[in-house]
Structures are given as C-alpha cells and as structure tokens.
C-alpha cells in the first residue's frame, strides 16, 4: 500500500485546509485510513480515522468539532477537512493505513504511512 499526503501550507489561525491522501495497493490491508499528527517535541497523536468499508469515522479530542474525515471510493482519497485553525494545530500531518478490521486510533496498528504534510497556523 502507498500513501501520498498532501493539502498542507501555511494558513492563518481560524482559517480552513483540507488534506488529501491518496492510497494505492490492496484494499483488504487498509480497512481502516487514519491521519495523525507530530508537533516538534511531542509525541505522535491521533486525529481522525473511517473505516473504507462502512464509512464510520472517529475523532480525538483534538480534532472533534472542526475537523471532518471522508472518503472517496472512486478516487481511492481520504480526506480530513480542518476548520477553525488554532496555532496548536501546527504539525506534520501522516495518513497512515491499517488493516485491522476493527476500527483503531492505536498509531502502532497502522501498517502504511505517507510520507507526511506539514501544516503550519499563524497568528
């Protein structure tokens, strides 16, 4: 499975972005598509996942309210919608893929990750 991120840049604090992760390779092994983050000195922290098959989506708490993951069939995208920028919400941005079939938001149960897009919030 390989995985292209993209959609990041730079963008004023409540201003909007939508991240786009393009997947190729087999369906079965990314069941889940999931997007995470990494801010300088801090750990890697979940932000959203959907389940390919059934569209479920979960959100951290980060995320919940502003942000809005979806997914398109036909063009083979996942895509996480940000809304209402905070400066906190500066980091690298990684979609990653799992194959689990249980829906997970544990970033060591994503088998394939992007090579990551970094979005940056200004005051």
């Known amino acids: 499975v390989q995985l292209q991120a993209s959609g990041g840049g730079l963008v004023q604090a409540g201003g909007s972005l939508r991240l786009s992760c393009s997947a190729s390779?087999?369906?079965?092994?990314?069941?889940?598509m999931g997007w995470f983050r990494q801010a300088p000195g801090r750990e890697r922290e979940f932000v959203a996942v959907?389940?390919?098959?059934?569209?479920?989506?979960e959100y951290g708490d980060s995320a919940t309210g502003r942000f809005s993951i979806s997914k398109s069939n036909a063009a083979n995208t996942v895509y996480l919608q940000m809304n209402s920028l905070k400066l906190e919400d500066t980091a690298v941005y990684y979609c990653?893929?799992?194959?689990?079939?249980?829906?997970?938001?544990?970033?060591?149960?994503?088998?394939?990750w992007g090579q990551g897009t970094l979005v940056t919030v200004s005051s």
């Open positions: 390779g087999r369906t079965v092994s990314r069941h889940n």
């Open positions: 959907i389940n390919w098959v059934a569209g479920r989506t």
């Open positions: 990653a893929a799992s194959p689990r079939a249980v829906m997970t938001t544990t970033a060591s149960e994503f088998e394939y």
